[in-house]
Nanobody, 117 residues
Framework: QVQLAESGGGLVQPGGSLRLSCAAS????????MGWYRQAPGKQRELVAT???????NYADSVKGRFTISRDNAKNTVYLQMNSLKPDDTAVYYC???????????WGQGTQVTVSS
């Protein structure tokens, strides 16, 4: 089992910044990928960004140039630095972990990000 603990959401004005963190604990194996997905009201959950244990990254086109994903493998923690936030970024952000040699993945409980003036 893997547990994911997210933090860092909140309310921010358009153009502002937030940093999300997600710490994984339990049975962590490599190679793996950790990442962030988001779900806005009435919409499907969508990829935001992922990073593998060897630091390969992938971003949704909508966040490229504004968001940066990083990780600390020693702490099994992934970060999402979000800059130039827009109202369209408002959503619940979920952390995800997947062991790349298995089929099961794990999800955090989600953290709310609201971008509004």
């Amino acid at each position: 089992q893997v547990q994911l603990a997210e933090s860092g959401g909140g309310l921010v004005q358009p153009g502002g910044s937030l940093r999300l963190s997600c710490a994984a604990s339990g049975r962590i194996f490599s190679p793996n990928a950790m990442g962030w997905y988001r779900q806005a009201p009435g919409k499907q959950r969508e990829l935001v960004a992922t990073i593998t244990s060897d630091s390969s990254t992938n971003y949704a086109d909508s966040v490229k140039g504004r968001f940066t994903i990083s990780r600390d493998n020693a702490k099994n923690t992934v970060y999402l630095q979000m800059n130039s936030l827009k109202p369209d970024d408002t959503a619940v952000y979920y952390c995800n972990y997947v062991y790349l040699l298995a089929t099961r993945d794990y999800w955090g409980q989600g953290t709310q990000v609201t971008v509004s003036s």
